[in-house]
């Protein structure tokens, strides 16, 4: 891994172009995320991998889908609930 600086300028809006070899070198595309964290230094920029959280929620979300279908919880059970929540939440 390179341990060479690049500088980079913001731009008016904010936006800042990460350089191309370290784009190859660390194999990033457009439309990657990244979550930003303000540090001593500066500001660290951490990829975060939205692939994998989607797989974990779809997997969760599918595990409660069968739960509900096991126990035969409708859409109206869920939304009755909900009403009875909210309406004990006001009180």
């Known amino acids: 891994m390179a341990t060479?600086?690049?500088l980079?300028?913001?731009s008016?809006?904010?936006q800042l172009v990460?350089?191309?070899s370290i784009r190859e070198e660390l194999g990033l595309e457009p439309g990657d995320r990244f979550a930003a964290f303000p540090v001593k230094e500066g500001i660290l920029f951490k990829?975060?991998?939205v692939t994998a959280r989607l797989?974990?929620?779809e997997a969760f979300a599918?595990?409660?889908r069968e739960q509900f279908k096991k126990n035969k919880i409708t859409k109206k059970d869920i939304a009755d609930a909900i009403?009875?929540?909210r309406a004990r939440r006001k009180s």
Do not use: N, T
Request: glycine letters at 4%; hydrophobic letters at 40%; charged letters at 40%.
């Open 55 to 57: 797989a974990e929620f």
């Open 83 to 85: 009403k009875w929540a």
């Open 12 to 14: 008016s809006k904010g």
């Open 47 to 49: 990829r975060l991998d």
């Open 4 to 6: 060479e600086a690049d």
């Open 18 to 20: 990460v350089p191309q």
């Open 8 to 10: 980079v300028k913001m």
């Open 62 to 64: 599918e595990e409660i």
